[in-house]
C-alpha cells in the first residue's frame, strides 16, 4: 500500500506554482506571438501560423519521449523533480529568442529563425512540464486530494493568465519601438516563469512505492499504443481538445476583434483582465462542482456559460458599450475556468484506469501524450487562423474592410462555440465520478495485493469495465 503523506497548504502552493509557466506562456503566446509576427517582425500572416506548426514536427518526438524518459529516470530527487532543476536556464534563453525582433527583410530567413526559437522554446516547455503533469498522480492516490492539487495548480495558472494577458501589453506599450518593447517584456516574464520551479522541487513529493523499470524503445512506443486502447483517456482526449482548441481560437482572435470589429483597442487589456479575473475566481465554485457531481458535469455546466456568452457577442459592434463588452468577458470568463481546469483535474483519474489495464503507473507517458496533444493543438489552430487571417483579406495596422469584419465577427462567436457544443456531447461518456473512482482504486489495490479475479463482484467488473472499455479478464495484464 502506498504511504500517503498529507499534503499541507504549503504543498498545495510548491505544487501549484509550477502552472505559473504552463498557463501564463501559453496566454502569451496566443495572445501577441502571431500579432508579433504579423505586425513587428512583419512577417506573412501565412508563415506566421507555420511558425507555430513547424515545432510540432519536433514535438511529435520530444513530448512522448519525455514522458518515457521521466517514466524511467532514476535519481536521488525523484524521477520527476530532478527536471524541474534541469529545465530553469532553458526556459529562460528559449522565451526571450521567441520575441528577438529579427531585421532580416528575407521571409524565409525570418521564418526559419522564428521556427528554431519556438522549436527551443517548446523543448523547455516539455522538460519540465512533462513530468510535472505527471506527479499528481504520484503525491496522492486520494480522488479528492488531487482534486486540490489540480484546483490549487489552476489556481496559479488563471493568475498567471491574468498577469500575462495584461501586463506584457503594458510594457510593450510603454515603449515607443515596440520591438524593443517586446524584448524586455520576454526578458521579465522568462524569470517570472523560471523562478517558481525552484519552489515546486522543494516543496513537493513522490510516493514511495512507484516502482521504476527498465523499458526497452520498443516498450515505450508500444505503451504509447496502448493508452489510445484506454477509454476514458479517448474520452478525455475529445474534452480537452475541444476546450482547448476553443481557448486557444478566442485567444488569437481576442485583439484582432477588440482592436479592428469593436475599434476599442485600448480596452484591450481591461476586457482581458475582467475575463481572467472571473477564470480565477470561479476555480472553486468548478472543484466544489467536481467533488461533488464530477469532472463531467463541472465541465458541463461551464462550458455552457461560455459557449453562451460567445454567440452573444454576435449582438456586439463598434457601439456597443463598454459595460456590456466588460459583462461579456465576465461572462466568458466564469465559463472558461471549467474548460481549462477540468481537463487537467481529469488526467490523474485517466492514469489510474491505465493502471487497472496495464497493472502499472505510466503517468509520464500520459502526460507526454497529453501534453503532445495541447501543442499540436495549439499549432494548428494557431496555423488555421493565420492562413484564414490572410483568406478573409487582412491587412497589418490598417483600417479592414466590411466583408474582412463581417468575418472576424462570426469567427469570434461560432467557431469556438461549435467546439464547445461537441465537448459537451463528448463530455457524457466521461463515467469517472466520485462514486466509481474509488472503487477504481479499491479493485487496483486489490489485484496488486495478489487478489484473484475470480472474487470481483458484478459491481466492480462492471465499473471496471465501463471505464476501461476492456473485458475485466483482460485487465491488469503485466505489459
Not at 64 to 76: A, F, H
Not at 293 to 317: E, N, P, T
Not at 434 to 458: C, D, F, Y
Not at 466 to 479: A, R, S
Request: charged share 15%; aromatic share 14%; hydrophobic share 50%.
Amino acid at each position: 500500500m502506498n504511504q500517503e503523506r498529507k499534503i499541507t497548504f504549503k504543498n498545495l502552493l510548491s505544487y501549484g506554482v509550477g502552472d505559473i509557466f504552463g498557463g501564463g506562456s501559453f496566454v502569451i503566446i496566443n495572445l501577441l506571438f502571431i500579432y508579433f509576427l504579423t505586425d513587428v517582425a512583419k512577417l506573412n500572416p501565412a508563415l506566421a501560423g507555420l511558425v507555430v506548426l513547424a515545432g510540432k514536427a519536433w514535438d511529435a518526438i520530444s513530448d512522448p519521449i519525455m514522458g518515457y524518459i521521466s517514466d524511467t529516470t532514476k535519481s536521488k530527487y525523484g524521477r520527476r523533480r530532478i527536471f524541474f532543476l534541469i529545465g530553469i536556464i532553458p526556459i529562460i534563453l528559449s522565451f526571450i529568442a521567441m520575441w528577438i525582433p529579427f531585421s532580416s527583410e528575407n521571409q524565409i530567413i525570418k521564418f526559419i529563425y522564428y521556427a528554431f526559437a519556438y522549436v527551443f522554446f517548446s523543448t523547455a516547455f516539455t522538460i519540465v512540464m512533462i513530468p510535472y503533469s505527471a506527479l499528481n498522480a504520484e503525491m496522492t492516490r486520494e480522488y479528492k486530494e488531487r482534486t486540490r492539487l489540480s484546483g490549487a495548480r489552476l489556481i496559479f495558472s488563471q493568475i498567471s493568465s491574468l498577469i500575462s494577458g495584461t501586463v506584457p501589453k503594458m510594457i510593450v506599450d510603454s515603449f515607443p519601438d515596440k520591438s524593443q518593447g517586446f524584448l524586455v517584456m520576454s526578458i521579465v516574464f522568462a524569470v517570472f516563469f523560471a523562478l517558481p520551479w525552484i519552489i515546486v522541487f522543494f516543496g513537493t513529493w513522490e510516493l514511495p512505492d512507484v516502482q521504476i523499470e527498465n523499458k526497452s524503445v520498443f516498450d515505450f512506443f508500444k505503451n504509447l499504443l496502448v493508452i489510445w486502447t484506454n477509454k476514458s483517456f479517448r474520452v478525455h482526449i475529445g474534452l480537452y481538445i475541444c476546450a482547448y482548441s476553443a481557448l486557444d481560437l478566442i485567444m488569437a482572435m481576442f485583439i484582432y476583434y477588440i482592436k479592428y470589429y469593436i475599434q476599442k483597442p485600448h480596452i484591450f487589456t481591461m476586457c482581458l483582465g475582467a475575463m481572467l479575473v472571473t477564470q480565477v475566481l470561479f476555480l472553486p465554485v468548478y472543484v466544489t462542482i467536481a467533488n461533488k457531481k464530477g469532472k463531467g458535469f463541472a465541465y458541463r455546466v461551464g462550458v455552457s456559460i461560455w459557449a453562451i456568452a460567445l454567440v452573444s457577442s454576435l449582438l456586439f459592434d463598434s457601439s456597443t458599450p463598454l459595460q456590456y463588452i466588460i459583462a461579456l468577458s465576465v461572462l466568458m470568463g466564469a465559463g472558461m475556468s471549467a474548460g481549462t481546469m477540468i481537463p487537467w483535474a481529469i488526467l490523474p483519474s485517466v492514469t489510474d484506469v491505465g493502471e487497472l489495464i496495464t497493472g502499472k503507473q505510466q503517468a509520464g507517458v500520459y502526460a507526454g501524450a497529453m501534453t503532445f496533444i495541447r501543442k499540436l493543438v495549439q499549432a494548428f489552430v494557431l496555423a488555421i487562423f493565420g492562413a484564414v487571417l490572410e483568406t478573409i483579406g487582412y491587412k497589418a495596422n490598417t483600417a479592414q474592410s466590411p466583408e474582412t469584419l463581417e468575418y472576424l465577427r462570426l469567427m469570434f462567436a461560432l467557431m469556438p462555440s461549435t467546439l464547445m457544443l461537441i465537448g459537451i456531447i463528448i463530455s457524457m461518456q466521461f463515467k469517472i465520478t466520485p462514486v466509481t473512482h474509488p472503487v477504481l482504486i479499491q479493485e487496483i489495490n486489490r489485484l496488486k495485493a495478489g487478489g484473484n479475479k475470480s472474487t470481483v463482484s458484478q459491481k466492480v467488473k462492471e465499473i471496471c469495465e465501463m471505464l476501461t472499455g476492456y473485458k475485466y479478464e483482460n485487465l491488469f495484464k503485466k505489459q
